[in-house]
């Protein structure tokens, strides 16, 4: 009997919380979690730990905001490794800074980080994912991009990331009414709240305490919902959902 070909499942952003959860918990279901930043050196832990735990993992450097670099990434997994079937959209690019005091350049270079990679990273996988033969589940593939409080909101001190990660909702409710139809499931995880990461415990001292009473997202089961979006079946697809500790105020 021939082996059957890797699924690949890309992880776009893929840092040392959040991402790398959602890395880790693709490649326990047997995919090939193909992990992006734009420095290779930093995703050589979790790759590590990927193949330790008797995952497959592959590490590329990749700047997502660069459209030769992303087409030739999606080229290369699609052509060495397998379909891409899931491609997950983690970059935040959160830099408060007041209006008053924000540059043009720092605005642009937010938008182009959070929303317009966005962009082209789904528009290069959609592209591969439609033109595939339907499975006879109707499902061609999952993207997930992962949003924030200021995708619905916009706060003080946030303009810039207020705008680029409300931009990323309606690029991913377009896609989703567009790519629906064609077996593509599009998804927007609103993340509203602290999550447990190195960054929160250095500079939040008083919410980090908040962990031993659940006040804060594990990443852990941030990822676990982001398979389960993967996992549903089509009848039953879930576009929005948000994600908060029980005691956040929304």
């Not at 040392?16 to 279901?29: L, M, N, P, Q, V």
């Not at 979790?46 to 990434?73: H, N, P, Y």
């Not at 896609?175 to 993340?191: I, S």
Request: charged residues 25%; aromatic residues 8%.
């Amino acid at each position: 009997m021939a082996a059957m070909q890797p699924r690949a499942a890309l992880i776009v952003g893929a840092g040392d919380a959040t991402g790398g959860a959602i890395a880790r918990r693709f490649a326990r279901e047997g995919y090939v979690a193909c992990v992006t930043r734009r420095s290779l050196d930093k995703l050589q832990p979790l790759v590590a730990q990927i193949t330790g735990d008797g995952g497959v993992a592959q590490a590329f450097a990749c700047d997502a905001r660069k459209e030769e670099e992303v087409v030739a990434l999606v080229e290369r997994i699609e052509s060495t490794i397998g379909p891409i079937e899931v491609m997950v959209f983690n970059i935040g690019a959160n830099v408060p800074e007041s209006i008053l005091k924000e540059t043009a350049r720092k605005y642009f270079k937010v938008w182009e980080m959070a929303c317009f990679s966005g962009f082209l990273n789904g528009r290069e996988v959609a592209r591969r994912m439609v033109a595939r033969d339907m499975p006879a589940s109707g499902h061609r593939g999952t993207i997930i991009f992962t949003g924030a409080t200021a995708s619905l909101r916009g706060a003080a001190n946030f303009g810039a990331f207020s705008g680029a990660k409300m931009a990323l909702r309606a690029l991913a409710q377009s896609m989703a009414r567009e790519l629906g139809p064609q077996g593509v499931h599009v998804a927007h995880v609103v993340v509203d709240g602290a999550i447990d990461t190195e960054f929160i415990r250095s500079n939040f001292p008083e919410r980090y305490a908040l962990k031993a009473q659940d006040g804060i997202l594990n990443p852990d089961h941030i990822a676990d919902s982001y398979w389960m979006l993967h996992a549903q079946p089509r009848d039953a697809w879930t576009h929005e959902l948000d994600l908060r500790p029980w005691s956040e105020k929304f």
